[in-house]
T-cell receptor, first 112, second 117 residues
Framework: DAKTTQPNSMESNEEEPVHLPCNHS???????IHWYRQLPSQGPEYVIH???SNVNNRMASLAIAEDRKSSTLILHRATLRDAAVYYC?????????????FGSGTQLTVLP | DGGITQSPKYLFRKEGQNVTLSCEQN?????MYWYRQDPGQGLRLIYY???????QKGDIAEGYSVSREKKESFPLTVTSAQKNPTAFYLC????????????????FGSGTQLSVL
């Protein structure tokens, strides 16, 4: 299964945009890119996913590089409630539950 | 409201004791998963079940056991053989099991914090 690499931590000021990167250089053509976030003492929650085209929803935007070897989760205006650990994972056709293992993600700190 | 319920929120285990963590979902999902999270770490897969009456070991199954007698329920037992059980335990579910789709979402419960007395 393809792996992802994320920075351990990032900081942002409140009400400014945040760009959270994820590298996945061994991604296969059918792998979807999924993002989840985990608030303190909570279970992770789904944020967004995409395959090739950029995606937008009410929570965030996902920008996918043309070669698909990296992606960026964009929070357009960070709030204090966006402080969380953000996980990037790949989902492929193998059906292996081991694709659903989350690495240590990126800890986002939002400064007031 | 549909969702996943984990109980209890906090649990304490005495040495040599088995404890069971509850996970119930009313989303009509086929697949259910148990994860362990240690402080500052990611999520590691303990056990998963893609269909009723069937389950598979994940990456760290030693010292744990599960059952899947009903679609809605996937309890995890932390046995006395698990020598370092202190962790945050998360249960999750997904709509499809064996026929999963790559664009599906995982839904998580709010977790159980297990500590050793």
């Amino acid at each position: 299964d393809a792996k992802t690499t994320q920075p351990n931590s990032m900081e942002s000021n409140e009400e400014e945009p945040v760009h959270l990167p994820c590298n996945h250089s061994t991604i296969s053509g059918t792998d979807y890119i999924h993002w989840y976030r985990q608030l303190p003492s909570q279970g992770p929650e789904y944020v967004i996913h995409g395959l090739t085209s950029n995606v937008n929803n009410r929570m965030a935007s996902l920008a996918i590089a043309e070669d698909r070897k990296s992606s960026t989760l964009i929070l357009h205006r960070a709030t204090l409630r966006d402080a969380a650990v953000y996980y990037c994972i790949l989902r492929g056709n193998s059906g292996s539950a081991r694709q659903l293992t989350f690495g240590s993600g990126t800890q986002l700190t939002v400064l007031p | 409201d549909g969702g996943i319920t984990q109980s209890p929120k906090y649990l304490f285990r005495k040495e040599g004791q088995n404890v069971t963590l509850s996970c119930e979902q009313n989303l009509n999902h086929d697949a259910m998963y148990w994860y362990r999270q240690d402080p500052g770490q990611g999520l590691r897969l303990i056990y998963y079940s893609q269909i009723v009456n069937d389950f598979q070991k994940g990456d760290i199954a030693e010292g744990y056991s599960v059952s899947r007698e009903k679609k809605e329920s996937f309890p995890l037992t932390v046995t006395s053989a698990q020598k370092n059980p202190t962790a945050f335990y998360l249960c999750a579910s997904m709509d499809s099991g064996t026929g999963w789709r790559t664009n599906e979402k995982l839904f998580f419960g709010s977790g159980t914090q297990l500590s050793v007395l």
